[in-house]
């Protein structure tokens, strides 16, 4: 089980991290990512991490500015957002596959096994 927490109302610049946390079983082999939906839009990767070694991937629109970790001990996925943009509203899934996956794989939402509900990030201009 996965479950997303952290989002909210946050004006354009500022800054939020959210997290999730993996209950049940662990992804040791695999890799966990995000993943958002805007309203009206199909959902769509952010950024992804293999869990074993940290491997790192992002959609190219959020390079520089998100970051994404974990912490193995707390079998914890973090997000950190910076310089937040009206266009980074959405809900914010996370995800997870039991196989590191390469490639488009990595970047496709099918491709996960598991996912959680979901949290909600509003930026204001």
């Known amino acids: 089980q996965l479950q997303a927490f952290g989002g909210g109302l946050v004006q354009a610049g500022d800054s939020l991290r959210i997290a999730c946390v993996a209950s049940?079983?662990?992804?040791?082999?695999?890799?966990m990512g995000w993943f958002r939906q805007a309203p009206g839009k199909e959902r769509e990767f952010v950024a992804a991490i293999t869990w074993s070694d940290a491997n790192i991937y992002y959609e190219d629109s959020v390079k520089g500015r998100f970051t994404i970790s974990r912490d193995r001990a707390k079998n914890t996925m973090y997000l950190q957002m910076k310089s937040l943009k009206p266009e980074d509203t959405a809900v914010y899934h996370c995800a997870a596959r039991s196989n590191r996956g390469v490639g488009i794989i990595i970047r496709t939402p099918a491709q996960y096994e598991y996912w959680g509900q979901g949290t909600e990030l509003t930026v204001s201009s």
């Open positions: 049940g079983r662990g992804f040791s082999g695999g890799t």
